[in-house]
């Protein structure tokens, strides 16, 4: 099935439209919507009625479903989660910083896709910043200072028992089933600069929501160089905003993009279902 790929004009996103994803998709079909994610990076996918069994089993085209630690996963599902916020919940907003899905682990996942059930008449956008985009246009002097080195991963942050969404938040009324955790205190290490995995495009890795530090630096120079490096990669030049339908599939390649959730609904419920396709290799 041919399917019509219309770019967002923004740096990144692209409009997907063509094939059934409530049904089975060809070979072909899948090959070239993996070939348009890894050009555009986020893909959507509007009116499509889609069940959880429907969500899985795309997300299982592109990928071996991912592992999502400290989120609960919905009743009846192993890899479904909901991303969910009532009308007049108080809770701090999930996911607010920019941030790589899940990048503390030693292979973080490929790609992301959310589904819109309920979506707010106003607010909740999702923004996403290109990272090849943004080492494209990075000026040389911050380019070498980066290149070569490792950023330190971790989800102590927002997982561990003394993170944003630890001890404290469970006294919240967040309707969000998240498992803090001491496991979050595990640290990863990655490249910041490094190749795309599939595509081999140079692009920025990760961004300050995971990392907590730079390997062999300390002291100012880690907290400038950290600094430097979240204030360019997250530009406006490098962000495309992404506006909800109900009943709209998202992917995003993790590898290529960040991103971070927009308040903005207060008075609304928002539920989006969530799925992880993990690394292939
Ligand atoms: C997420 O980071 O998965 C949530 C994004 C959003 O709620 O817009």
Request: proline share 6%; hydrophobic share 35%.
């Amino acid at each position: 099935m041919a399917i019509d790929v219309r770019p967002s004009g923004q740096v990144c996103g692209a409009t997907v439209t063509g094939p059934d994803l409530s049904q089975p998709l060809d070979d072909a079909t899948i090959a070239e919507i993996r070939s348009a994610w890894l050009e555009h990076h986020v893909l959507a996918f509007p009116q499509q009625r889609l069940t959880d069994d429907d969500l899985e089993r795309f997300t299982l085209a592109f990928g071996p479903f991912g592992d999502d630690p400290f989120i609960a996963p919905i009743d009846g599902r192993d890899h479904v989660i909901a991303i969910q916020r009532t009308a007049d919940e108080t809770a701090p907003l999930f996911a607010e910083n920019w941030h790589t899905d899940w990048s503390f682990q030693e292979h973080p996942p490929a790609g992301t896709c959310l589904y819109g059930i309920t979506i707010p008449p106003t607010g909740g956008d999702t923004l996403f910043a290109d990272q090849h985009a943004a080492l494209d246009a990075m000026p040389d002097e911050l380019r070498e200072r980066l290149e070569g080195r490792r950023a330190i991963h971790s989800a102590r942050g927002g997982y561990a028992p003394s993170g944003m969404y630890g001890d404290a938040d469970s006294a919240t009324d967040r309707s969000m089933s998240i498992r803090p955790s001491a496991e979050a205190e595990a640290t990863q290490l990655h490249p910041i600069v490094r190749d795309h995995p599939e595509t081999g495009r140079p692009g920025l890795f990760g961004c300050i929501g995971y990392v907590i530090g730079i390997d062999g630096l300390d002291g100012d120079a880690e907290r400038e160089l950290l600094g430097e490096w979240y204030a360019w990669q997250t530009r406006d030049d490098f962000r495309y905003r992404h506006e909800w339908e109900a009943d709209m599939l998202v992917m995003w390649d993790n590898r290529s993009v960040l991103h971070r959730a927009t308040g903005g609904y207060d008075g609304h419920d928002r539920l989006l279902h969530r799925t992880t396709i993990g690394a292939s290799s």
